[in-house]
Antibody, heavy 118, light 108 residues
Framework: QVQLQQWGAGLLKPSETLSLTCAVY????????WSWIRQPPGKGLEWIGE???????NYNPSLKSRITISVDTSKNHFSLNLSSVTAADTAVYYC????????????WGQGTLVTVSS | SSELTQDPAVSVALGQTVRITCQGD??????ASWCQQKPGQAPILVIY???NRPSGIPDRFSGSSSGNTASLTITGAQAEDEADYYC???????????FGGGTKLTVL
């Protein structure tokens, strides 16, 4: 049974960097797509970006200049850094993992609410 | 194209069949996936690929596609199916993921 558990700071000030980590328990770590998605309060889902099993990353064009997604295979973790946050970045952030090498958002983390406020 | 369009809200009588649709040009080349999200919970995947259900998803959920429209069908809707449903797919370049705006399903 694959489970994703995520954590990170829940309250940030404007201009700070958001850092979230997602750990994977169960199943294999390698060979998958790893993604981050967010959901502002009361709104829909927004894809942030992904990194795949070959180490290649793709980012939402609207966020690309501020995002870094990385994978640490030694710890079975993957991470999101989003720099220069503003109140517009306030959202629940989810990590997700694909299955069988396909870019499908198959397994989801529990979500982390990140609030940006001065 | 860079958009997937869903109806904001759909309702269905208990036990009846409902179809939730998702439109976008990229759906001519890529399959849609469908996620279910209940209030205060993380989304869960219910349909992916041509018409695949993850383990544990009831077989009343099915997916189909025609042209630029993907559909999620719930045959015999149950009270517990009341939720928001989001489609997602790759964009035209294949390098990015698009989400539809979501459909709120009410089971009457």
């Amino acid at each position: 049974q694959v489970q994703l558990q995520q954590w990170g700071a829940g309250l940030l000030k404007p201009s700070e960097t958001l850092s979230l980590t997602c750990a994977v328990y169960g199943g294999s770590f390698s060979g998958h797509y790893w993604s981050w998605i967010r959901q502002p309060p009361g709104k829909g889902l927004e894809w942030i970006g992904e990194i795949n099993h070959s180490g290649s990353s793709n980012y939402n064009p609207s966020l690309k200049s501020r995002i870094t997604i990385s994978v640490d295979t030694s710890k079975n973790h993957f991470s999101l850094n989003l720099s220069s946050v503003t109140a517009a970045d306030t959202a629940v952030y989810y990590c997700a993992r694909g299955r069988g090498g396909a870019p499908v958002l198959y397994y989801w983390g529990q979500g982390t609410l990140v609030t940006v406020s001065s | 194209s860079s958009e997937l369009t869903q109806d904001p809200a759909v309702s269905v009588a208990l036990g009846q069949t409902v179809r939730i649709t998702c439109q976008g040009d990229s759906l001519r080349n890529y399959y849609a996936s469908w996620c279910q999200q209940k209030p205060g919970q993380a989304p869960i995947l219910v349909i992916y690929g041509k018409n695949n259900r993850p383990s544990g998803i009831p077989d009343r959920f099915s997916g189909s596609s025609s042209g630029n429209t993907a559909s999620l069908t719930i045959t015999g809707a149950q009270a517990e199916d009341e939720a928001d449903y989001y489609c997602n797919s790759r964009d035209g370049s294949g390098d990015h993921v698009l989400f539809g705006g979501g459909t709120k399903l009410t089971v009457l």
